[in-house]
């Protein structure tokens, strides 16, 4: 297996430093020392919630964030030493698709100027016929009319403006696209229609996908592997079968069992954590999580645990895991 | 049928110029009983939040058809300035964002203070510990201390519980939530979706819950009624909305959310998406995205049909399937 | 499945450019009424040769301060000349006045400010900086202070002009740009290797264009006024060039005798002033792609 992308120990602290009034106080570790590897072809699933650098750890890796330590490799290429120039050529290789349908297509510039505006960029189809023949193509792709190239964005429902983002995104043939929560803005029964899109247009295309989400169940449907984070780390990451049956970390169990879902009698198993996510800008001291844990023990507050392997192919940031997993519902 | 608390009989709100009306919601007709928990669901522009802010009064629309009764009284009736009395004393509501609700320059003690003013407790030394009392019921710790905070000290999960203390200082009748937990993370929601229904418990409110997620919906009430393009199309028990949906619509929407615990190489989907307001002029609004529909429901918008004793769905070709009778009719 | 087109995808209806801009005017008769003043003031002063009854410099001793008749219809000042003939050709020097600094410090202004908001840093502090100075200079005393050192004269005054304007043009392309810096379809464009140069021309200025479009107009208003102001002043237009301001600068010495010079003098001042602030803000309400929702 050779990894598409390898990040090692990559790390990002926000925050000026230095300064008279500033201390270390201003600043905030948004990623800390997260290593993983995303293969060709599969989709690794990023969740954790709101503030746990899921996002920014996304945009590391397209280098639209640069960086504070660690090291990016790229089908083997370090990344994080190209030049602006260079990493502008690279992004023909990786692409992005963004949250907010509404905001990331500019307002003032029409469906085919956007999806046409990589191509012009990569010189990927010459004079204007062939672009918007390309683009018409594209638009077909995603499951949008070819007539609706001429419209601006406006006149498009947030699932529709998604598959714009979509279609850009594909645009350039890219082998890595980082999906950022592509779904969450939108209705329930819009998102069911995105994701098997993109999932449709992977098996075509053969991209890697980081798909970053929320929630779990919504990437059930479309991860390979899931990488759980919580505070800028990442405390459990496996394949997909042993994360959803076997999860190893009681951050990941709890994200698992919190949502709420429309079936009978779900209620009683599940499992509330106390209190709020701790600020990133103060993270607790040993293992980040031992605040809110239902499990902790001293040495939680003391030691932060490694992540380390619990199973084949499953790491978990524990001191508690169990070297041999027992499936959770058998053990309540 | 005395039972009712709120009745809502053919609603009917429009938008925009009174000559080109867009019409958000149309002919919407359900109850809530006292101390009952009902939810409802409904994409955007299915009318929902309209629903919910005309039973308030709260909307910029016009409800040009219907009435919407209160213990029998129709607060469409009343004049203004009888409104703030019923807003907080008979029924409260709090929103997606608490932010926007809460005054970000009084502190929170002093603003339940000031709600219960409002609502006739004169006695000053009663207002705060009811006040405390309320804090402590919503679960924020060291509530006498936290009387002097202010919103912006709270985190996300915090105001949306102060929201609730506030709302329900007074014991109203009736909490209107408004996609409550929308804006929270996964384990916050399951918090206050817990705290919800550890405050119904206690004070024996009735709640009217407005979510896009079936999930919610299911975790915190009895019985659902599913708005689709600004009307009613299925109401039931919450247990035979999700075990025998019959509306096309329901099912579609049952279907199409992901769950953690079943895997399926696609999910299902709803082909294309909800009309734009005001765009369906006749017949049923869904049968575009429809899997079932026929030539009648171009022509004719179905009526409620009942299906069992607690439910009923707005389709032609589910009734005519399970051969039942119109709505109303025999009730 | 998926690439066949789903049966109820259909768009929005959006109202074109035009049907708003025709809404927003029609919705408001006030800016017809300025449009149509905006329009008969261009063409007076372009046609100024060809419509004016007279020479605006010619002095006739007969003629002095006469009231208005069918020959002179806004009467004649104190050398004799012909009032009307001098509001015409005066019209000229507003013109081009109040159109010449406000489109130059929009230019000037909106680039510094694009450059101050987007790459921040020592750029942004060097260029707020100096947008601060000189904003803390009323225009007015800027303009005299300059006139004093570099003499008066018509461009002179525009040179002056356009400094005092480029800083407001400069602090509202900051805020904008700052604004729209932040926006998902910037960070989208860096994300797709557009290069800087073209994501500030395609994402950033068609975005901030609208407040600096309406900038630009109320300052032709202000331009015009400040025009007047300053010729008023002497230090403007200088005689015997007719402009609004010494018209009515040459009106005050006979302010009793003979009204009628400052009395057209001020009507059209007030009238164009007024039409061109109506017309920003009815393109603010036009141009705003929320309100058109």
């Not at chain 1, 983002?165 to 229609?193: C, K």
């Not at chain 2, 049952?254 to 709803?270: C, D, G, K, T």
């Not at chain 3, 019209?91 to 202004?109: C, E, K, Q, T």
Request: glycine content about 8%.
């Amino acid at each position: 297996m050779t990894a598409l992308i390898r990040a090692e120990n990559l790390g990002k602290t926000f925050g000026a430093t230095g300064g008279w009034f500033r201390g270390a106080s201003d600043q905030v570790r948004a990623v800390d020392g997260v290593t993983f590897d995303v293969e060709a072809g599969e989709t690794l699933a990023l969740v954790g919630e709101s503030g746990c650098g899921k996002s920014t750890l996304g945009r590391l890796l397209l280098r639209l964030i640069d960086p504070t330590d660690g090291t990016i490799r790229f089908d083997g290429q370090d990344v994080t030493r190209l030049s602006s120039a260079e990493m502008r050529m690279m992004r023909q290789r990786m692409q992005i698709i963004f949250q907010d349908p509404f905001g990331s297509l500019s307002p003032r510039r029409t469906i085919g100027q956007i999806i046409g505006e990589p191509l012009e960029i990569f010189g990927l189809a010459r004079g204007r016929q062939a672009r918007r023949d390309r683009v018409a193509q594209l638009l077909d792709q995603v499951g949008l009319p070819p007539a609706y190239m001429d419209r601006l964005p406006r006149q498009f429902s947030g699932g529709q403006r998604q598959r714009v983002g979509i279609a850009r995104a594909i645009a350039v043939n890219p082998s890595f696209i980082v999906a950022d929560e592509p779904v969450s803005a939108l209705d329930v029964s819009i998102q069911a229609q995105i994701i098997n899109l993109m999932q449709d247009l992977q098996r075509d295309a053969g991209f890697s996908y980081l798909f970053i989400a929320h929630d779990l169940a919504v990437v059930r449907h479309i991860a390979d592997r899931v990488a759980v984070m919580y505070l800028g780390r990442i405390v459990e990451v496996g394949p997909k079968r042993q994360i959803y049956d076997a999860p190893q970390h009681p951050y990941t169990q709890a994200l698992l069992s919190a949502a709420p879902e429309p079936e009978v009698d779900t209620v009683s198993r599940r499992i509330i954590l106390k209190g709020d996510v701790p600020s990133p800008s103060n993270i607790p001291p040993g293992c980040s999580f031992h605040t809110r844990c239902p499990i902790a023990q001293e040495i939680c507050r003391r030691d932060r645990p490694p992540l380390a392997q619990v199973a084949p192919g499953q790491l978990a940031a524990c001191h508690f895991a169990r070297p041999n997993p027992i499936p959770l519902g058998d053990a309540a | 049928m005395s039972q009712d608390l709120l009745r809502l009989t053919d609603v009917t709100i429009e938008f925009g110029p009174p000559k080109k009306p867009i019409r958000v919601v149309e002919g919407v007709g359900f109850s809530v009983a006292k101390g009952e928990s009902v939810g409802l669901v409904g994409e955007s522009g299915s009318g929902k939040s309209v629903t919910s802010l005309a039973i308030m009064r709260l909307i910029g629309g016009r409800v040009v058809q219907g009435r919407i009764e209160l213990e029998g009284r129709n607060l469409l009736d009343l004049p203004a300035s009888a409104l703030p009395e019923i807003r907080g004393r008979d029924i409260a509501m709090i929103f997606q964002e608490p932010m926007s609700s809460l005054n970000p320059l009084m502190t929170i003690g002093d603003q339940i203070g000031e709600a219960l003013l409002l609502h006739g407790w004169r006695d000053r030394t009663a207002r705060r510990d009811r006040t405390i009392e309320m804090l402590h019921l919503v679960g924020i710790p060291n509530a006498e201390g936290r009387l002097g905070a202010y919103p912006h000290q709270f985190s996300g999960g915090m105001r949306q519980r102060v929201m609730i203390a506030m709302a329900v200082a007074c014991a109203p009748k009736l909490l209107i939530a408004d996609e409550p937990t929308t804006a929270l993370d996964v384990t916050i929601q399951a918090q206050v979706l817990d705290l919800m229904k550890k405050v119904r418990r206690e004070l024996g409110m009735a709640i009217l819950l407005i979510s896009h997620d079936l999930g919610v919906i299911a975790d915190v009430c009895e019985r659902v009624i599913v708005m689709y393009a600004g009307r009613v199309v299925e109401e039931a028990d919450i247990r035979t909305i999700l075990t025998r949906p019959q509306h096309p619509y329901t099912r579609g929407l049952l279907r199409s959310v992901p769950r953690r615990n079943h895997e399926a190489e696609r999910l299902y989907q709803i082909p294309g998406s909800v009309p734009p307001a005001g765009s369906v002029r006749q017949g049923c609004p869904f049968r575009d995205r429809c899997e079932l529909s026929v030539s009648r429901c171009a022509e004719e918008m179905p009526p409620m049909f009942r299906f069992g004793s607690s439910q009923s769905a707005a389709c032609w070709v589910t009734a005519a399937a399970e051969g039942v009778a119109q709505a109303g009719a025999a009730a | 499945m998926t690439a066949s087109i789903d049966p109820a995808l259909q768009l929005r209806p959006q109202p074109s450019a035009f049907t708003t801009l025709r809404r927003v005017i029609l919705d408001r008769p006030a800016t017809i009424f300025a449009l149509i003043i905006v329009i008969l003031f261009v063409l007076v002063a372009v046609l100024a040769p060809w419509i004016a009854p007279h020479d605006p410099l010619a002095q006739s001793i007969l003629d002095v301060n006469k009231p208005p008749s069918a020959v002179h219809p806004v009467g004649t000042d104190q050398f004799g000349r012909d009032v009307l003939s001098r509001l015409i050709y005066g019209s000229r020097n507003s013109l081009i006045f109040g159109f010449v600094s406000p489109v130059l410090a929009a230019i000037l202004g909106t680039s510094l400010g694009v450059i101050a908001g987007y790459f921040g840093g020592i750029a942004d502090r060097i260029i707020s900086r100096v947008i601060d100075l000189l904003l803390a200079f009323p225009e007015l005393l800027l303009a005299i202070l300059i006139a004093a050192v570099l003499g008066g004269g018509f461009w002179n005054v525009v040179a002056v002009l356009t400094v005092a304007f480029t800083p407001g043009f400069a602090r509202v392309a900051r805020a904008s740009t700052l604004a729209v810096k932040q926006e998902p379809y910037i960070e989208a464009a860096v994300a797709v290797g557009l290069r800087t140069p073209m994501i500030i021309l395609r994402h950033v200025v068609p975005n901030i264009a609208a407040p600096i479009v309406v900038l630009t107009t109320l300052w032709i208003a202000s331009a015009i006024r400040l025009e007047a102001s300053l010729s008023f002043l002497g230090i403007g237009t200088q005689p015997p060039n007719p402009s609004w301001g010494n018209i009515i600068r040459d009106g005050l010495n006979n302010l009793f005798g003979s009204p009628w010079p400052i009395i057209g003098a001020g009507t059209l001042i007030t009238l164009v002033v007024l039409a061109f602030n109506l017309i920003g803000d009815a393109v603010r309400d036009a141009l705003d792609p929320e309100a058109s929702r």
